[in-house]
């Protein structure tokens, strides 16, 4: 089974519209964090927001927030008021702090492509 | 900006041909990792490494080799490449290991085109 599974491969929105990226997760660990990250056309991978498997509160970083739902293994993207220079491939991604027995690093979705419309 | 430097940016090789990339950072950072970006399948952990001379295997390890013989040089070697080697190639690099809130910064990544 897949530990990061991101469900839409693209999504076009229109300028100034609220973005969710969906983003659910497989783990047993009990300590595992939950990163997002973008990738422009120009190809590096831009940290933006991070949640910890127990943090109380939902994460938040300017523009972007992330929707942690425990019960659900949830952990959505919410972009506001998008911008044209949000098209971008979005990857969530998974750090299980006792990699469940297997190897350390990051654990990676496939990505949504996201298009924002003027 | 993490100071994570890759080279070269942009290779061709021909298969059956080694190659080796590499991923220089100076930011003292004891972990560092090679990730390969392949349409379809987000990035794989290929190897990693947690000390000087320290590495281990990661999801996608066949066919290559890593090194790290200085805190601050990861290289990765691709000993006979073939055309499946094909992709764009990320190092990463994070201070902690025993946090997973430990965010890993990445390098600007390697196009590497076997023919």
């Known amino acids: 089974a897949q530990k990061i599974t991101q469900t839409q491969p693209g999504m076009f929105v229109q300028e100034k519209e609220a973005v969710t990226l969906d983003c659910t997760y497989d783990t047993s660990d009990p300590s595992y964090g939950l990163f997002w990250y973008k990738q422009p056309s120009s190809g590096e991978m831009i940290f933006l927001i991070y949640?910890?498997?127990?943090?109380?509160q939902n994460a938040t970083e300017g523009r972007y927030s992330l929707n942690f739902q425990k019960a659900r293994k949830s952990a959505n993207l919410v972009i506001s008021a998008s911008q044209l220079g949000d098209s971008a491939m979005y990857f969530c991604a998974m750090r299980e702090e006792y990699s469940g027995g297997g190897a350390d690093g990051l654990t990676f979705g496939k990505g949504t492509h996201l298009i924002i419309q003027p | 900006d993490a100071g994570i430097t890759q080279s070269p940016r942009h290779k061709v090789t021909e298969t059956g041909t080694p190659v080796t990339l590499r991923c220089h950072q100076t930011?003292?950072?004891?972990?560092m990792y090679w990730y390969r970006q392949d349409p379809g399948h987000g990035l794989r952990l290929i190897h990693y490494s947690y000390g000087v001379k320290d590495t281990d295997k990661g999801e996608v390890s066949d066919g290559y080799s890593v090194s790290r013989s200085k805190t601050e040089d990861f290289l990765l070697t691709l000993e006979s490449a073939t055309s499946s080697q094909t992709s764009v190639y990320f190092c990463?690099?994070?201070?902690?290991?025993?946090?997973?809130?430990?965010?890993?910064?990445f390098g600007q990544g390697t196009r590497l085109t076997v023919v």
């Open positions: 949640q910890g498997s127990y943090d109380q």
């Open positions: 990463a690099i994070s201070a902690r290991r025993d946090r997973a809130n430990t965010e890993a910064f």
């Open positions: 930011e003292n950072h004891r972990y």
